[in-house]
């Protein structure tokens, strides 16, 4: 009966896979390791130098790379900027170098179908504006930086400057409250606030800051020349009038 069985269903009671065509667990993991290898080995070879890839990471994390502070980064970007911007295009980004102060930083492409009043925007960065006393203290802390690059040579080591020097500067602008404790206390809330741009340093033990180079590239000159000979004359106004 068994051979009648077999005949009808056409099986028989030896094995129905060839031994060819059998295949051990050890030979699946390895033949899967084969297919994971030739799968992977065109996505390594298409990816882009490591240095490289640090380079523009740190760029779009930081906004800038300072041969200072990134001497490794700085070097890659731009000996490849070429590179760096080809992968900044889709984003709409670029990135520009002042080797003569030793920077890398990014800038937003301007947008085809923008007219020139129109404001930049874009979906990656996040426009954040200065209030009235930060302006204030940026236009003054160009100043000493511009200063001290005339004297010192573009280039050179950051300029310093220490809170007692800025106080001054800001009374001429803003008025003095009366109170040298709350003078002190505004500017260095608002020298707080500047670091968070990346513009100036923490004080040292001596209340010492060092004004970043990048302070050349934040805004336009003219406007903020404007704007310290405006609150001059506003300032002086209403010295006149006290007197009066």
């Not at 003095?176 to 741009?197: I, N, W, Y």
């Amino acid at each position: 009966m068994a051979g009648i069985f077999d005949q009808i269903t056409g099986q028989t009671n030896a094995d129905p896979q060839p031994a060819e065509h059998q295949t051990t667990g050890g030979e699946a993991e390895q033949n899967f390791s084969a297919l994971e290898q030739d799968g992977a080995s065109p996505l390594q070879q298409a990816r882009t130098d490591q240095t490289l890839r640090e380079a523009t990471q740190e760029l779009l994390r930081v906004g800038l790379l300072e041969q200072s502070l990134r001497p490794n980064l700085y070097r890659a970007a731009i000996v490849s900027m070429d590179k760096i911007n080809v992968i900044l295009e889709p984003l709409d980004l670029a990135a520009r170098a002042d080797d003569i102060r030793g920077l890398v930083f990014l800038t937003v492409r301007s947008i085809d179908s923008a007219t020139p009043n129109d404001e930049w925007t874009h979906p990656l960065v996040r426009k954040q504006r200065l209030n009235l006393e930060q302006t204030l203290l940026v236009a003054i802390l160009r100043q000493y930086f511009i200063a001290h690059e005339q004297e010192a040579g573009t280039g050179s080591a950051e300029a310093v400057v220490t809170v007692d020097e800025l106080i001054p500067q800001l009374q001429v602008y803003l008025g003095d409250s009366g109170s040298e404790a709350r003078e002190r206390t505004r500017a260095l809330q608002l020298l707080d606030q500047l670091k968070g741009h990346g513009l100036v340093s923490a004080p040292d033990s001596h209340e010492r800051i060092s004004i970043r180079p990048i302070i050349t590239h934040l805004a336009n000159p003219e406007n903020l020349t404007a704007l310290l000979h405006t609150l001059k004359s506003h300032a002086a106004s209403l010295r006149d009038e006290g007197e009066s």
